[in-house]
């Protein structure tokens, strides 16, 4: 069988599997962005926490998925909550160190008028930084995008749901009918699904950011 037949043949598994791919890596993405922003908000007036945030995103792209995935099915166990985790984990980190970034470079002289004008912490912080912020912010999500859309793959490995179990099984079984298909199949998948998300997310920044200072 060829892969077109393949995906012809294999066509209702493989969108149920792509759905599943999709939603936990968007739901992943959610949280992942709330949890980086707030990080990002907490430490941005202190030059020593933004130092340390910073060190902590780059380290933490250090360590292995397998590793990580590994390490989590002790406490966790195997199934969605390790392969949620790790996505989450890996997902958030390139978003805080944008946002980080981001929120840096927003001119005080423009939070000072802001705060001049009566708005409180919270409303500058709303409706100047973050909006500021917001375009380099966005870059870190279509990164993050991106990484953990192959990670979400790769937590097949602890039963995680998603198009990884297509690859897994057809490299587990090598030289057996169609097994290079099944691991072409959900590879092709993940791109796809990757190409999608990008796609969408390009709009969302166009939609989403002010137009004075659109690049």
Known sequence: MNLWDFLVDRREVLVFQGFQHASMVAQCLVVATLLALVVAVLVQRNQRAVGLATA???????????ALLGLLIAPLGIGVAPAVTAVVFYASLP????????????????????????????TTLVRVEIPLAWPV??????????????????AAYVSGPGLGGLIFTGLSRLGGANSVNSALAGTLGVVVLALIFDGILVLVGKYTTSRGIRV
Do not use: H, K
């Open 56 to 66: 902590t995103s780059a380290v933490g792209l250090t360590i292995p998925s397998f």
């Open 137 to 154: 912010i966005l870059a870190g999500i279509r990164v993050s995008t991106q990484m953990v859309m192959g990670i979400a793959a790769i």
């Open 95 to 122: 978003i805080l160190r944008n946002a980080v970034v981001g929120l840096a470079g927003v001119d005080p002289a423009l939070v000072d008028a802001a705060r001049g004008m009566g708005m409180g912490r919270l």
